[in-house]
Every structure is written in structure tokens, then in C-alpha cells.
């Protein structure tokens, strides 16, 4: 039974909302300050796009 609410996320944008969540998530649990912590969530934003990305463009001959 559905109520009317549907919640799909594409592969890229399940990858990219994880990406952010975790990525929040380490900038705050470690001990820097502010700035230092916006840049540390940027970057790890940054390099879990960019391994995802990768990692998916080496597997895609793979998948035919």
C-alpha cells in the first residue's frame, strides 16, 4: 500500500548523498577548527566523488 510518496535517487545521486553525509560526518568528529574542518569536508566530498566515479568508469566494460 502506498501513501503517494516516492523517494528514488539515480546510482550518481545515491553516491553523491552518501558522499556528503559521510563526508559532514568526518569534518565534525575530527578536532580542527572551523575553516579547517570546512576544507576537510570539501576535500573528502571531493576525493569520495572522485574514487566513485573512478572506480564505476572501470568497471562499466565489465557490465556488457
Sequence with gaps: MSNG???KLSHFQSMLL???V???AFGFLSRRGPL???KYIVWSLFLFLLIGVGIGWA???FSR
Design 5 to 7: 510518496f516516492e523517494f
Design 18 to 20: 552518501f558522499a556528503l
Design 22 to 24: 559521510i563526508s559532514v
Design 36 to 38: 579547517d574542518r570546512v
Design 59 to 61: 568497471m562499466y566494460p
